[in-house]
């Protein structure tokens, strides 16, 4: 078979109603979520998104919203997580799959999966229905998430002029009593 061009597109490429749905799916919503809220027929919303997903040669809806958030900066925080949470939800962010992040991490499945719940009891999302769906906890992960905003470099022309009155020639009128 001959070598076919790369044939993936970028959310910019997609048609309008495709990008509704992109952001809907990957909002954690799901084809009927899209149908309702665009007001399609289910068949259409889920014909949009399989061409969404072989377009943008996605598989998933986290990877959908990795695509459509970007990168997760290297340095963030997040509000309201324990430091073992938070690399769980870094690798969250990236669409990693559970045994990956085990294995990236060196726990276990196990483990895992109880610092999720933890993450979501301590995020408010225990009681959510359809909390199973990863593209939610993301958005919310996004939503906690904490980036620190680097402070502007100090002017260094400003660092070195010196504020002498005297040296810079201005007139200074003294009073002598």
Not at 44 to 49: C, E, K, L, V, Y
Not at 50 to 76: A, T
Request: hydrophobic share 40%; net charge neutral.
């Amino acid at each position: 078979m001959e070598n076919l061009p790369d044939k993936k597109k970028s959310i910019a490429d997609l048609r309008e109603r495709q990008q509704k749905v992109a952001r809907i799916i990957a909002d954690g919503g799901t084809a009927k979520d899209a149908a309702s809220k665009l007001r399609l027929s289910f068949g259409m919303a889920r014909s949009d998104m399989c061409d969404l997903y072989r377009e943008l040669d996605v598989h998933s809806s986290s990877e959908l919203q990795l695509l459509l958030d970007g990168p997760v900066p290297p340095d963030c925080t997040f509000q309201g997580l324990t430091p073992e949470q938070e690399p769980v939800a870094r690798r969250i962010l990236e669409a990693k799959a559970l045994k990956e992040i085990a294995w990236e991490l060196g726990v276990g499945l196990n483990t895992v999966k109880r610092r999720i719940a933890a993450m979501k009891k301590n995020l408010g999302m225990e009681d959510v229905a359809g909390n199973k769906n990863p593209a939610r906890l993301m958005k919310r992960l996004r939503e906690v998430m904490i980036v620190p905003v680097p402070e502007p470099e100090p002017d260094k022309n400003m660092m070195n002029e010196t504020l002498d009155p005297f040296e810079t020639g201005s007139a200074m009128a003294l009073e002598v009593i």
